[in-house]
């Protein structure tokens, strides 16, 4: 590719076949040095995103764990707990806790209906309250909170009840609920 053709005795047509052929081929030289220096920056992308990768891997793996402790120990304590955004629906992650004093799985339901499962009238006030209380600023929050029920009975147990406004990894407000066996 590199090298020109040449003629000794040149005829006119020969003369420029030969002359676009050397063009031809001097582009396309050039074309394999570009494809060649872009196939060296594509082996050392690719070799960085390896790299990368691998410290996903490891970093997901740190994750991983970290979140089985953490689901231990929730899930070894003796209280309930959960958490709940503004539409007011338990989110998945609960501790066990809450399905043994529930008697069920309570991802996805509202607080209100799972404490009060047939008094309608205590699941609007609930819900009605708790959504005051994502929508107020911190003094009616207060006041609001000491109006959700601290104690209640589900199930032949005793049930006290605490209530944190916190805030999630978005830096939104939710509601982290602390339930409490106090039966006995």
Do not use: W
């Not at 304590?77 to 043994?100: A, H, M, N, P, W």
Request: aromatic fraction near 8%.
């Amino acid at each position: 590719i590199h090298t020109e053709i040449k003629f000794k005795k040149p005829i006119s047509e020969v003369e420029d076949l030969a002359e676009s052929t050397n063009i031809i081929m001097s582009r396309m030289y050039k074309y394999v040095s570009i494809l060649a220096n872009q196939n060296t920056e594509l082996e050392a992308q690719n070799a960085t995103l390896n790299e990368t990768s691998t410290t996903l891997e490891d970093i997901n793996q740190a994750l991983d764990s970290k979140n089985l402790k953490l689901k231990n120990i929730l899930d070894n304590v003796e209280q309930g707990f959960l958490t709940f955004k503004k539409d007011l629906l338990i989110q998945e992650e609960y501790s066990l806790q809450c399905e043994k004093v529930f008697n069920r799985a309570i991802s996805e339901k509202k607080l209100s209906s799972i404490l009060y499962l047939h008094d309608q009238n205590m699941i609007k006030f609930m819900d009605e309250l708790l959504v005051k209380i994502f929508y107020s600023d911190k003094m009616q929050r207060k006041l609001y909170l000491t109006l959700l029920p601290e104690e209640i009975s589900i199930n032949d147990r005793v049930l006290n009840i605490c209530y944190k406004v916190v805030k999630d990894s978005k830096n939104e407000d939710i509601i982290m609920t602390i339930i409490t066996d106090i039966t006995e």
